[in-house]
């Protein structure tokens, strides 16, 4: 039997997870899904200040999931897709066990349905 978790999960994926875990990072995240955008850009929807919004940036670069390139005067920031494959791949061992207990449980229930009288089947 495999042992679910104890194989060595990548590096940063301690910092993946803490930055996944902050809803307006994963705002900003979705945000730069569809193209890089500048500080202002990414700030325009929240409801908190520049430098706020920085702070939340520097998070998802240390983690590995943005970058910042200076172009000019600005430094848009870009989505990096590759430490959240790392995260979806660990997950991914848990919705295996998860998808496995759920067709034992429904053989299960599929079994203790064909043994129950007639008269008290749903």
């Given at each position: 039997m495999e042992r679910i978790g104890y194989t060595s999960p990548p590096r940063d994926l301690d910092a993946v997870f803490a930055?996944?875990?902050?809803?307006?990072?994963?705002?900003?995240?979705?945000?730069?899904?569809?193209?890089?955008?500048?500080?202002?850009?990414?700030?325009?929807?929240?409801?908190?200040?520049?430098?706020?919004?920085?702070?939340?940036?520097?998070?998802?670069?240390?983690a590995g999931l943005i970058e910042r390139n200076v172009d000019k005067q600005r430094r848009p920031a870009r989505l990096k897709a590759g430490p959240m494959a790392a995260a979806v791949s660990w997950l991914e061992e848990f919705r295996q066990f998860w998808s496995s207990s759920f067709d034992q449980l429904d053989g299960l229930l599929h079994e203790l349905k064909k043994a129950a009288p007639k008269g008290e089947r749903k």
């Amino acid at each position: 039997m495999e042992r679910i978790g104890y194989t060595s999960p990548p590096r940063d994926l301690d910092a993946v997870f803490a930055a996944l875990a902050d809803p307006t990072r994963r705002a900003i995240l979705s945000r730069l899904a569809a193209g890089e955008a500048s500080v202002n850009e990414i700030a325009a929807p929240f409801r908190m200040s520049q430098p706020a919004v920085s702070r939340h940036l520097k998070v998802l670069e240390r983690a590995g999931l943005i970058e910042r390139n200076v172009d000019k005067q600005r430094r848009p920031a870009r989505l990096k897709a590759g430490p959240m494959a790392a995260a979806v791949s660990w997950l991914e061992e848990f919705r295996q066990f998860w998808s496995s207990s759920f067709d034992q449980l429904d053989g299960l229930l599929h079994e203790l349905k064909k043994a129950a009288p007639k008269g008290e089947r749903k």
